[in-house]
């Protein structure tokens, strides 16, 4: 409207009148209900410079007219968010409903401020959440973002990103331009997507200012892009232009084609065009002449007549590629629902009446727009409680046709409303970017493989990492692990770390070369106990046998037999009777033998004793007495391992705490007090044994077998001292091992000193096995 309302007061009371002359609208048409259409159709506004001292005209325009029709039940618009919204603001009050076919920003969803507002386009909302969906898909989680500075652009980019975020997306950058921007500010965007580590950049951006982007980017040597576009522009035909691009994908409008106009637009003639500015303009500029009928200022002849719209191969005439179009279809006849639901009864089993003369107020045609549900050209049209429709979208593809012409190729679409699994779904193969097949890489660290972990850069987005090793004993068996598992107690992290694996065991076996090497030795010991034992049968009525004492050496060397195949009984797995065995049997044996070397320690410093004038000490101990002694003394220890078998005996153990890799299979004693009992016990016998061999080292030499004692004596008491810190000290099966070194030390050290020479002269020197020789230097009175 050429003009302004002005609030006049009077006596009547205040009335408003127009202040100007009204114009009729660029293309309107007289009907019973009337409805209003906003369009974008031009891009530049001619202006004017007012002088104020005369009615300004109204503005000119190159494309968007700017006439105003008359009174309107709903209103088709706007095409941008950005007029939209304000459009919005304006209609709102006055409660006229008003529906949008390409205003996609998800803040017109916000009834509070928008309270008249309906779209047949969906939400930005949908759209953001469906591209961050496409990104995730094809594994691109560093990425780059341009957006348009406009309400369309900022809104519908800060949703994607929050979206982004939750698919765990990374952003490089985010840009915003305008088309007016100065050319700097272009250039700089520019420069960014250019040196940029991102090869995938996601467009929320105007067809207006794509154009823009993208003539500064094609002048600009540079691997190819991969694009990801809105619905804005990734269809708009006028980027085909740019073939680097080729590759671009992007969500867009379902295409359709409505019946009956492609028909309607090519059977248009000189007649029918020349009653509408806008097409008369479509039509000088489509022919290059003049409808006025004389030749015009830009030097356009007029029209013959001859002009034909059905010769003309232009987007005019495609209508195989209707997306924005169809979205006005289905708005004008959601307006149509809406006015037939309130003029018309729809009863069953009656003729369907309508009355046109009725009053219809704008605000029950948008009370009646919220419920229409009705299928128009194969899709159907409805509204949810924020006036947005069902968000459907379809995946294009930017491919090069074998003619070499670009087109748009539908290999997907996107359904919110779809069953899950159905939401989402890829039909076609795509063309990247620079015509690849193969799907670009787009990360800004690579894939940390099973076995690693990935460890945040500081100061870096999320998506930019270190794949560290995990640590022992722990795995990460998928790619891009955030962390490392920790193994089962029983089980280790193999090589590669990325499978648990059960720990190996270890314990003191048969098979290997120390197990063989301390078994051979103890069968060694156990033989040379039996062989000593023979030759001491053998000779047994010989004078050095029978000065030492025939029965307790006997005894002793059965002791030593035990002492030596006892330490068998340490090697191998350990089980709940070897543990049990192994230290009872090792106690029990070695105080028996113990016993009978202290045993013949105090028979040789008895029989001494009793050499001496009035000395009557050898019936005090007698051969009855020697083995109650030994019986005594070997008694206690049962006792000790009996009582210690009965609170607390030892059992099979897996220690983890000496090496984390493997588990070392050894016998845990139970009682502590009980083991060091076993142990105080021979070392006590060993020490009263030590002191009486002692006391006899000076006793004459032929007889005398206490050096020897004490010489054994003095080894064995070094060994098991030795063995205390050696044993604590000693990891895993080297424990046991050091226990069975200390067994067959002490047993060899006791029959090596003590029998070994006896033998010797038995077999080797036999001169000096006689009474004579025995008796030389002793005193008169024997044993």
């Not at 949703?159 to 250039?187: D, H, M, W």
């Not at 015009?296 to 495609?318: E, F, I, R, S, V």
């Not at 030492?548 to 191998?572: M, Y």
């Amino acid at each position: 409207m050429a003009g302004a309302l002005t609030l006049t007061k009077g006596g009547s009371g205040s009335e408003c009148t127009l202040q100007g002359t009204p114009r009729s609208a660029s293309l309107s048409q007289h009907g019973d209900f009337v409805i209003g259409g906003v369009f974008t159709i031009h891009y530049k506004l001619i202006t004017t410079e007012n002088n104020y001292t005369s009615q300004p005209k109204a503005p000119q325009c190159t494309g968007r007219s700017c006439s105003k029709s008359a009174t309107v039940h709903a209103v088709v618009g706007d095409s941008n968010s950005t007029p939209t919204i304000a459009m919005s603001r304006i209609l709102g009050p006055f409660g006229i409903p008003q529906v949008s076919y390409f205003a996609t920003c998800a803040c017109l969803s916000d009834k509070l401020q928008f309270p008249t507002f309906s779209r047949t386009i969906p939400s930005d909302y949908y759209q953001a959440a469906a591209l961050a969906r496409l990104v995730k898909h094809f594994g691109w989680t560093w990425i780059g973002a341009v957006r348009s500075d406009s309400d369309y652009g900022n809104n519908g980019m800060a949703a994607f990103l929050q979206a982004a975020q939750a698919e765990g997306i990374c952003v490089e950058y985010s840009e915003a331009l305008y088309r007016t921007n100065p050319r700097t500010k272009v250039q700089h965007v520019a420069e960014v997507i250019s040196r940029s580590t991102a090869r995938v950049i996601v467009a929320f951006i105007t067809s207006g200012d794509m154009l823009v982007l993208l003539s500064e980017l094609e002048g600009r040597l540079m691997a190819p892009l991969q694009w990801i576009g809105s619905e804005e522009w990734v269809t708009d035909r006028m980027m085909l232009q740019f073939r680097l691009f080729a590759g671009t994908i992007g969500f867009g409008i379902p295409r359709s084609v409505i019946p009956g106009l492609r028909d309607f637009l090519l059977n248009l003639g000189p007649a029918q065009v020349s009653h509408s500015p806008i097409l008369t303009e479509f039509w000088e500029s489509a022919f290059g002449c003049s409808l006025g009928g004389s030749q015009t200022a830009a030097g356009q002849k007029p029209c013959d007549g001859n002009q034909n719209l059905q010769d003309l191969q232009n987007p005019y005439t495609d209508t195989s590629q209707l997306r924005i179009s169809n979205m006005v279809y289905k708005a004008v006849y959601a307006i149509a629902h809406a006015i037939h639901s309130i003029i018309c009864t729809d009863e069953p089993k009656a003729p369907q009446h309508c009355n046109t003369s009725i009053r219809v107020e704008p605000l029950q045609v948008m009370e009646h727009l919220r419920k229409v549900n009705f299928s128009r050209n194969g899709y159907t049209v409805s509204f949810d409680a924020n006036g947005d429709p069902v968000a459907t979208y379809e995946l294009v593809n930017w491919q090069v046709t074998m003619d070499g012409h670009m087109e748009f190729e539908t290999v997907g679409h996107y359904d919110a409303s779809a069953p899950d699994g159905q939401v989402f779904i890829i039909k076609k193969n795509i063309t990247w970017a620079g015509s690849q097949l193969q799907v670009p890489v787009s990360v800004c660290s690579d894939s940390c493989a099973p076995g690693t972990r990935k460890a945040v850069q500081r100061g870096r987005p999320v998506c930019c990492y270190d794949c560290v090793p995990c640590a022992e004993g722990e795995i990460s068996n998928a790619t891009d692990s955030l962390n490392c598992i920790t193994c089962p107690a029983d089980y280790w992290s193999n090589a590669e770390k990325d499978e648990c694996v059960p720990k190996s065991v270890e314990f003191l076996s048969f098979h290997e070369v120390l197990g063989i090497i301390l078994a051979a030795c103890s069968v060694t010991g156990a033989c040379l106990a039996i062989m000593v034992a023979s030759v001491f049968y053998r000779h047994r009525d010989t004078p050095i046998v029978k000065a030492n004492n025939s029965e307790l050496s006997f005894l002793l060397l059965f002791s030593l037999k035990l002492c030596f195949l006892c330490s068998l009984t340490f090697i191998g797995q350990p089980s709940e009777w070897s543990c049990m065995l192994r230290h009872t049997a090792f106690g029990i044996t070695f105080v028996l033998c113990i016993s009978c070397v202290l045993g013949k320690t105090i028979v040789v410093l008895m029989a001494f004793r009793a050499t001496l004038p009035g000395s009557n000490v050898m019936k005090w101990f007698g051969p009855l007495q020697q083995r109650l002694s030994v019986l005594a003394f070997t008694l206690i220890q049962v006792l000790i391992c009996v009582l210690w078998l009965t609170i607390s005996p030892p059992f099979p153990y897996k220690n983890m705490k000496h090496y984390k890799e493997k588990i070392i299979l050894e016998c845990d004693v139970g009682s502590a007090v009980g083991f060091w009992a076993v142990l105080g016990y021979i070392g006590l016998l060993s020490i009263l044994c030590f002191g009486f061999a002692f006391l006899a080292r000076k006793l004459p030499d032929n007889f005398n077998e206490a050096k020897f004692i004490t010489f054994s004596m003095l080894i064995f008491c070094a060994v098991w001292i030795t063995f205390i810190p050696a044993y604590v000290s000693s990891p895993g099966k080297f424990t046991v091992a050091v226990e069975i070194f200390a067994i067959l030390a002490s047993s060899f050290s006791l029959i090596v000193c003590i029998f070994v020479p006896k033998c010797f002269i038995i077999l080797f020197q036999p001169e000096q096995n006689t009474k004579k020789h025995m008796m030389g230097k002793m005193p008169s009175k024997s044993l």
